[in-house]
């Protein structure tokens, strides 16, 4: 075929294995990332699964039905259950209300309990609960008991046998409110222990583990047919700082992905506009040898076709190959080990490889169709390459792939209104700063002038590579930018210190002590907050009861009796959005999440009963709650005149260092009633996943920056033919090595420098888009990319071009004009 | 229409638009050009000898007046069906040469022959090089060949597709005259042996003498055949 075998040729000659290369970078880099975030999701969710014990989960007030079992038994799905409880647990020394939970011998389905048979040790990791006639009680609860392993102790009716101290229950984790010492016993236990009867309060949970599509079937089943108390439970439901961290994660690995896009496009319309320019003629001339239009246009198709071809599959190949590598290289770092990419995820690649040729390549190709033959005699009837349509065609392409990529038109417009706004600064301020420069240096014969006036000789040209110049170094600096802000943005959300114990159910007279014990220990304690239970009884006069939607989620606010605070003060957590608060103010702040769930606002009515007593109180703030800080928080805060009258537990927070944690369990054994949380796994596992995401995004920086300097080359060799042919010209005529290098560096110099600093200001604008209304983070100035972009701008572009074009110097001139 | 007349023109005229103007750069040129003939268009620089070569090998449509190549009217076919005729009737050689770059000297050379689908286009090829003195040559890229060389792969190349005319621009304005003289003979040789229509345009005294005919062309008409004006 003839179109493979001047294709063959052409290769030889270098012209396609730029386009090529170009092709592979664009698909290689999209594909990579796109791998890549998959997997760290996939991980994300597994992660987060262990904390949930399961996959998915439903939680009910009543007993699971034999109907929902069965169901996930069709759909083959894994099944385990738990029922948790508070009960009375005896020994021979005393009794003490705990927090029970009975499960049964697959539990949990995903992750695993955390055991030692020393009190107050760290635990090791074991994959099942307790067998029949076993208990497993927290070291809180033998050692107010007096009991230790071995010993008999009774739940209900039923005699069971100390076997393990239990470090960790997974799956209970994340309920931070569950005051009592906790103790597991096997589920086969449960009817003998008689605790359960018509009426007992108790909370059942279905768990559930499989495949995507099992579970995805299942959710589809169970969610439109909830029972009142029921709920449906997936990982991001839970651990709200995981999922922001997570979510930003993504943010950025979507933007880095975009950005691929971008820089793979120029890259591409790059290495096609030089390769259209260099046809030209050659067309021409084969048009003259008798090649009809058609057949031009079903050889290059042909071609377009193969480069697509081997393109795409060499990029998805490569991109494989990458993220294999950016996920062995973390795996090391953080000894955990990735889920395997899946292969249905190179579709992203591929569209990638379409679009790219479609957009980029082919509206510049089907301009040779139309070359007119007469160019072999007059050079003048050449086509014009750069025009409106091009453009509309290449940036509409580039949203495309964009939206496509994000699957979401914020990020993707964002990007092209700054790329626009880019090209139209760069059109002006470049078009002062060239013609400046050529009136700064009028009438002074040196390297500069030279360089200087060929900077405004090829204005258009000149103006075109400092867009994308500029658009690359803005590119790169975004994402430094993003990336650093969301590192430090993490580091300063959950610190080394972030407190790993909650206190419970302290009384006001313990306070006191509680703070002095901890002093002593040099364990900073956070504020205390007094704790009275209530619930949620009317909103705006209508019963609460009625708002609940069947089929639907229960709202937060209405689904159980919560725990209500008072503070004059807010937490250094919390954030006013709306209203006033303080001492003065007679009505209730509520947390954002919680009124919009139910639409509240501003003035809305809350009825609420405490203590048999009900009260009427007006919304009178809206306040944002960061839920990761590991601190107390609360939906509701009520003034301090009505819940003083009720007597209140005091919770607090504290961090306490691993060494510390033996001595203050022990200090603490003197306050029998005081119910401590460890968070600490939590805290941890949130801090694990911050690290693998912030070395996963900083791979990716490295590897996109990569890409730029790529592109940065691609583009600088776009336009060398022409300088190559001046430098050359100027060598004939008599002119030094020194002064050809001095004007070539002042040439590129300058165009990197302005690039930098354009670049600078543009990224400096972006970030501040991006930070407020995609991460959702404060903005801040970033004084190093002023820094960044110039320099790297001068440096790079200087190198590059000074590299690219030393044959200049070095080729004796007539073979270079030859060669042109 | 005669066969034996391979060119003719009537009241051929060619405008292009300026942002001023319209230029008119061929004025009413009537010609005919017969079979075997070889025909020298002389004139100033600006005479429009280019454009006329042009629009008479079907490279450019005129803005009125017809272009016969034998039996088709050039004037009244598209760019496809020109395309057609001149992969049947034409063959081209060019001043600056404009042998492609990527391909040696003997691809250059195939390239006619394997667009219209000759299997025997390599050994046709090996062959017309062999005629211009080049087979030590058929794997040099043009950047590895002197100008008179690559001049002289030119010159395979438009006989190698065995054209019923050759057009030639400008053939030796950019070779010394050693060289010239090399291509002037081949050009010569080859359509004494192929009995192909010449039909070129030169500034190049020498080789329009060598032509049977010579036509002059003055600010876009057709003079009396004089000796060459020198610019």
Known sequence: MLAVKMLIREIRNGDVLTLLFALILSVSTVTGIDLFVDRLQTSFTVQSATLLAADRVVRSNAAISAERVEYAREQSLEVAQKTSFSSMVFSNEGLQLSQVSAVTESYPLRGSYLIDNESFGVGYEVENGPKIGEIWVSSRLASLLDVTIGDAVFVGEKELVIKHFLVRDPGSTGSAFAIAPRAVINQGDLVATEVIQPGSRAR?????????????????????????????????????????????????????????????????????????????????????????????????????????????GVGLLLGWLIQEMIALSLASLLSTVLPNASITNLWLGFITGLMSLLAFCLPLLMRLFNVSPLTVLHPAGKIQLKSLQLYIVALLGMYLLMVIYTGGVLLPSIMIVAIFVVAMVIGLIGFALFKLGRQLTSGVVSGWQI?????????????????????????GLILIGVQSSLVSDWQKQLPNDAPNHYLFNVQESEVAQISDIANELQIPVNEWYPMVRGRVFQINGQEADTLIIEGKEEPELLSREMNLTWSNTLGEDNVLLEGEFGSDIQGLSIEESAAKEINLKLGDVIGIKIGGLDYQLPITSIRSVDWSSMRPNFYLILPQSILSDFPANYV???????????????????????????????????????????????????????????????????????????????????ASKTLIRQSMLVEFGFLGFSAGVIGALAAELCLFGLQTFVFELTPTFHPLMWILGPTTGFFVVSIIGLYAGKSVLTVPPMRMLRSL | MKTNLAIKTQNLTHTVKTAEEELTILNDVSIQITEGESVAIVGASGSGKSTLLGLIAGLDVSSSGDVFLYDHNLSALDEESRADVRGKYVGFVFQSFHLLPSLTALENVMLPGELKGDKEAKQKATEFLNQVGLSHRLQHYPRQLSGGEQ?????????????????????????????????????????????????????????????????????????????????
């Open chain 1, 451 to 475: 360089g200087l006036a060929s900077l405004h000789r090829r204005l258009m040209g000149n103006l075109f590579q400092l867009l994308v110049f500029t658009l690359i170094i803005m590119l």
């Open chain 1, 204 to 312: 059942y949970s279905l768990l559930l583990a499989g495949d995507e599509e099992g579970l995805n079937q299942y959710e589809e089943w169970v969610t439109p047919n909830l029972q009142k108390g029921e709920r449906w439970r997936t990982p991001k439901s839970g651990g709200q700082g995981v999922n922001a961290a997570i979510n930003r994660a993504e943010s950025f690995l979507l933007l880095a992905g975009t950005l691929a896009v971008v820089m793979s496009g120029v890259a591409m319309a790059l290495a096609s506009s030089r390769y259209v320019r260099r046809h030209l003629t050659q067309v021409a001339v084969i048009k003259t040898l008798g090649a009809t239009p058609k057949k031009i246009a079903s050889i290059l198709l042909s071609q377009l076709a193969i480069i697509f071809i081997v393109g795409t």
């Open chain 1, 652 to 734: 607090s927070s504290v961090f306490i260092e691993k060494e510390n944690v033996q001595s203050f369990y022990k200090k603490m054994a003197d306050f029998p009633t005081v119910s401590m949380l460890n968070v600490g796994d939590l805290i941890q596992q949130i801090q694990t996943i911050i690290a693998q995401v912030s070395q996963a995004i900083q791979l990716v920086l490295f590897f996109i920056l990569s890409s730029a300097v790529l592109v940065l080359n691609a583009s600088v060799r776009a336009s060398l033919d022409e300088r190559l042919e001046e430098g050359a010209l100027l060598r004939t005529l008599g």
């Open chain 2, 151 to 231: 001049q002289r792969v030119a010159v395979a190349r438009a006989f190698a597709s065995t054209p019923k005319v050759l057009f030639a621009d400008e053939p030796t304005g950019n070779l010394d005259s050693d060289n010239g003289k090399i291509v002037t003979d081949l050009l010569f040789g080859l359509n004494e042996k192929q009995g192909t229509t010449l039909v070129l345009v030169t500034h190049d005294q020498g080789l329009a003498q060598r032509c049977s005919r010579q036509i002059l062309m003055s600010s876009g008409r057709i003079s009396e055949p004089t000796p060459l004006v020198e610019e």
